[in-house]
């Protein structure tokens, strides 16, 4: 029979049952589906190990797989991307910048104002950032996430034409309009993304596909890195065609996102469309009977049956999601704050200092991108056996102890030859340990945290502070870093001493979890449960006043088509 129940206490409950084989009651089958979400705990061990790691295999499809690589490919990769390839041609763009004023004015640019020109060139990107994330709201009700991101690569297509046609057409505007450009697409995808993979994957392997996020912004950080070293296009004359590279995600992303299907949780609970989001969760999850997850869905949906999308406004007075919003506000700006950025802003001097070569150090520089990719994919291997929480706080742990590390080795640097090599160790590790846990989860968490009416705001909030936290390291670090010197490593320890400690009291484990369980998980703390869960609390009254005929009507259509 395909409604099988999850955890023990559900299948004691189904062996006292007893059913005449040819009568089908919607009543029992909705409080059975109901049984498994209450009874199904996610904690580990609950099943053993061989039974976990099968039902693991089970959840993976191709669809699913495709819809993960091809959404992160058109999406985080390009974020990851343009997060690295303005570092290899800096030189020749500012040569650019000083050209073109000394044609338009006659004489050459001040260094002041070039200095200022490049700093908006490349902080503009954040701000376009914000702005993308501030309209994934309203782009993403409208379209579904599979059709906003689609429609974003009209921003990819659109800045790369601008940055790569710039030197050609001798406006360094175009440059700066198209990394303001970029950034809208990298604000909307690092929202909408993290959306569509959480509402397609299975709670059993959420984690881990929500990882392809991360894993895809590293590897565009390493492409990035790659390309521009000067064999391949980081020279003089070759220098636009690292941004006209940004067209082929887009496009690939253009060509094969089509054929998949829109998130069924966003057909059913947003659009009742019930028959689309059967057939989504059947091509996803590559199989038949998709009656369990259905049923969580539809859980989802009678708990939310009269909610309408909150606002970001509603959202932040909210009682009973307090704690979720705080948890993902300290997440996102830890995220941002922990000192990453600044480690690429140390790259070059730091082994330039250990003795290498300055004509090698951009190859040098890619063990960096290596190191970061494989970290994040490590993360996404083991994140559904350790959990979110062991990886965040590990991960911030691990931070905090190689920056102090490290600013012992930059204050002794002249003191012994091996020093300087402490100094690149020192490096490459902290990039590991935010690659295997930080570097990912904030991501996943946002959308695990909200519920389907919640989660559009929600979104908008991560992705506000996530953009402003970046920005403000870009315009403050080198004032920091010209007051602090080596030194300055010690204010990202303390943020991630600080993120970590809230992490150890506050986080709960989400692991193969649901939305209702994860919530209950907070209500303690938040002091206050929704509205619908407070009257679901109560006895409950008798079968003709909790179900509708609607809902009678649909569960006992999809009984008797199984």
């Given at each position: 029979?395909?409604?099988?129940?999850?955890?023990?206490?559900?299948?004691?409950?189904?062996?006292?049952?007893?059913?005449?084989?040819?009568?089908?009651?919607?009543?029992?089958?909705?409080?059975?589906?109901?049984?498994?979400?209450?009874?199904?705990?996610?904690?580990?061990?609950?099943?053993?190990?061989?039974?976990?790691?099968?039902?693991?295999?089970?959840?993976?499809?191709?669809?699913?797989?495709?819809a993960a690589l091809v959404g992160a490919f058109g999406s985080s990769f390009l974020y990851g991307y343009n997060l690295s390839v303005v570092n290899a041609p800096t030189p020749y763009i500012q040569a650019f910048y000083n050209a073109t004023w000394y044609r338009r004015r006659g004489h050459p640019i001040d260094p002041d104002t070039l200095t200022l020109l490049w700093s908006v060139t490349v902080s503009?990107?954040?701000?376009?950032?914000?702005?993308?994330?501030?309209?994934?709201?309203?782009?993403?009700?409208?379209?579904?996430?599979?059709?906003?991101?689609?429609?974003?690569?009209?921003?990819?297509?659109?800045?790369?034409?601008?940055?790569?046609?710039?030197?050609?057409?001798?406006?360094?505007?175009?440059?700066?309009?198209?990394?303001?450009?970029?950034?809208?697409?990298?604000?909307?995808?690092?929202?909408?993304?993290?959306?569509?993979?959480?509402?397609?994957?299975?709670?059993?392997?959420?984690?881990?596909?929500?990882?392809?996020?991360?894993?895809?912004?590293?590897?565009?950080?390493?492409?990035?890195?790659?390309?521009?070293?000067?064999?391949?296009?980081?020279?003089?004359?070759?220098?636009?065609?690292?941004?006209?590279?940004?067209?082929?995600?887009?496009?690939?992303?253009?060509?094969?996102?089509?054929?998949?299907?829109?998130?069924?949780?966003?057909?059913?609970?947003?659009?009742?469309?019930?028959?689309?989001?059967?057939?989504?969760?059947?091509?996803?999850?590559?199989?038949?009977?998709?009656?369990?997850?259905?049923?969580?869905?539809?859980?989802?949906?009678?708990?939310?049956?009269?909610?309408?999308?909150?606002?970001?406004?509603?959202?932040?007075?909210?009682?009973?999601?307090?704690?979720?919003?705080?948890?993902?506000?300290?997440?996102?700006?830890?995220?941002?704050?922990?000192?990453?950025?600044?480690?690429?802003?140390?790259?070059?001097?730091?082994?330039?200092?250990?003795?290498?070569?300055?004509?090698?150090?951009?190859?040098?520089?890619?063990?960096?991108?290596?190191?970061?990719?494989?970290?994040?994919?490590?993360?996404?291997?083991?994140?559904?056996?350790?959990?979110?929480?062991?990886?965040?706080?590990?991960?911030?742990?691990?931070?905090?102890?190689?920056?102090?590390?490290?600013?012992?080795?930059?204050?002794?640097?002249?003191?012994?030859?091996?020093?300087?090599?402490?100094?690149?160790?020192?490096?490459?590790?902290?990039?590991?340990?935010?690659?295997?846990?930080?570097?990912?989860?904030?991501?996943?968490?946002?959308?695990?945290?909200?519920?389907?009416?919640?989660?559009?705001?929600?979104?908008?909030?991560?992705?506000?502070?996530?953009?402003?936290?970046?920005?403000?390291?870009?315009?403050?670090?080198?004032?920091?870093?010209?007051?602090?010197?080596?030194?300055?490593?010690?204010?990202?320890?303390?943020?991630?001493?600080?993120?970590?400690?809230?992490?150890?009291?506050?986080?709960?484990?989400?692991?193969?979890?649901?939305?209702?369980?994860?919530?209950?998980?907070?209500?303690?703390?938040?002091?206050?449960?929704?509205?619908?869960?407070?009257?679901?609390s109560q006895p409950a009254p008798g079968p003709s006043s909790t179900l509708d005929s609607h809902d009678q009507i649909q569960m006992t259509k999809y009984v008797i088509s199984l």
């Amino acid at each position: 029979m395909p409604w099988q129940a999850q955890g023990p206490a559900a299948r004691k409950k189904k062996k006292k049952t007893k059913t005449p084989q040819n009568q089908k009651n919607p009543m029992d089958i909705r409080e059975f589906g109901l049984a498994s979400l209450r009874h199904d705990t996610g904690c580990p061990g609950e099943l053993p190990v061989g039974h976990q790691l099968l039902r693991r295999k089970k959840d993976w499809s191709w669809s699913l797989v495709v819809a993960a690589l091809v959404g992160a490919f058109g999406s985080s990769f390009l974020y990851g991307y343009n997060l690295s390839v303005v570092n290899a041609p800096t030189p020749y763009i500012q040569a650019f910048y000083n050209a073109t004023w000394y044609r338009r004015r006659g004489h050459p640019i001040d260094p002041d104002t070039l200095t200022l020109l490049w700093s908006v060139t490349v902080s503009i990107f954040a701000i376009g950032g914000l702005v993308g994330t501030l309209m994934v709201k309203s782009i993403g009700n409208f379209l579904g996430r599979k059709y906003t991101l689609l429609a974003n690569n009209g921003f990819a297509i659109l800045a790369s034409l601008l940055m790569a046609c710039s030197l050609q057409s001798g406006a360094f505007e175009m440059l700066i309009v198209g990394r303001f450009v970029m950034g809208v697409d990298g604000g909307i995808a690092l929202s909408a993304l993290p959306m569509y993979l959480n509402e397609i994957s299975p709670k059993e392997i959420r984690g881990s596909l929500g990882q392809v996020t991360a894993i895809f912004i590293c590897i565009g950080v390493f492409v990035g890195q790659l390309l521009g070293i000067p064999e391949l296009l980081g020279k003089e004359s070759t220098w636009p065609y690292l941004f006209g590279v940004i067209v082929v995600p887009a496009l690939v992303q253009l060509a094969s996102l089509p054929f998949l299907p829109e998130s069924p949780r966003y057909l059913l609970l947003e659009k009742d469309d019930e028959a689309g989001a059967m057939r989504a969760f059947q091509t996803f999850l590559g199989k038949a009977d998709v009656s369990r997850e259905l049923e969580e869905v539809l859980a989802e949906s009678r708990v939310q049956r009269n909610v309408r999308l909150v606002s970001v406004l509603e959202l932040l007075r909210a009682p009973f999601v307090r704690w979720q919003v705080i948890t993902v506000v300290i997440t996102m700006a830890s995220y941002q704050l922990c000192g990453l950025n600044a480690i690429w802003f140390y790259t070059s001097s730091i082994f330039g200092e250990a003795g290498i070569s300055q004509d090698k150090i951009p190859y040098i520089t890619l063990s960096t991108g290596g190191t970061e990719t494989l970290a994040a994919i490590f993360s996404g291997l083991v994140i559904e056996r350790l959990g979110r929480r062991p990886l965040l706080i590990g991960g911030f742990g691990l931070m905090a102890l190689f920056f102090g590390i490290l600013t012992v080795a930059l204050t002794l640097q002249d003191k012994a030859p091996w020093v300087p090599y402490l100094s690149i160790v020192c490096i490459l590790a902290v990039i590991a340990s935010f690659c295997s846990g930080p570097g990912g989860i904030p991501f996943i968490l946002t959308g695990e945290f909200f519920q389907q009416s919640e989660r559009p705001a929600a979104f908008i909030v991560a992705g506000t502070v996530n953009w402003l936290s970046n920005f403000a390291v870009g315009l403050l670090f080198p004032f920091i870093q010209r007051s602090l010197d080596s030194y300055c490593f010690l204010v990202f320890a303390a943020v991630c001493i600080m993120g970590a400690v809230y992490f150890y009291l506050v986080l709960p484990e989400t692991k193969n979890r649901t939305h209702a369980e994860i919530s209950q998980a907070f209500a303690k703390r938040n002091k206050a449960q929704p509205p619908e869960e407070k009257d679901n609390s109560q006895p409950a009254p008798g079968p003709s006043s909790t179900l509708d005929s609607h809902d009678q009507i649909q569960m006992t259509k999809y009984v008797i088509s199984l």
